[in-house]
């Protein structure tokens, strides 16, 4: 096939109602609360090993903020959008998303911008690393929850 021609279209199956709840059935369920509940673990894990590696108190803030950079914003984020306003049709579901988005982006740059004044002999190093940590874990996370067997239905 020459790169200017369009690869041949595959009809598109609907399913019926009874195929839409087998394939829920068959899929895992993912909790966005789940995963900000292992973002949170793993920060604090991340700043106390870095605190007992460093033997500074200041280290371990400093990792300790960075995963509360993410994780704080991230919850906010998550309870935005599962609020019954963004919920009411498509359009607002859309503008909620990206109203939270912006917030979370907002609180996430405070948060940053704020660690030096609330830790003395802040490491950015180390807040960059609780950050960045914080944030990659998230992978870690979601496949941990894919690999559990969906939960039976009450059906």
Known sequence: MAWDQEPPEEPIKSL??????ALRERLPRISVWRVLAFQAMVAAL?????GWW??????????????????????????GLT??????????AVTGFFVWE????????????????????LS???????LVLTMKV????????????AAPSNR
């Open 83 to 92: 609020g019954r306003l963004s919920s009411l049709n498509a359009g607002s």
């Open 138 to 149: 998230v992978w870690l996370s979601v496949w941990m929850q894919s690999r559990r067997p």
């Open 16 to 21: 019926d109602a009874d195929q839409a709840r």
């Open 124 to 130: 950015w190093p180390a807040l960059l690393a609780g």
């Open 54 to 79: 460093s033997a500074q108190a200041s280290v371990a803030l400093s990792v300790a903020c960075g995963g509360l950079a993410v994780v704080l914003p991230g919850a906010l984020f998550a309870r």
């Open 102 to 121: 912006f917030v979370k982006i907002g609180l996430t740059l405070a948060m940053l911008l704020a660690a030096p004044r609330l830790v003395n002999e």
């Open 46 to 50: 991340a700043a106390l090993v870095a």
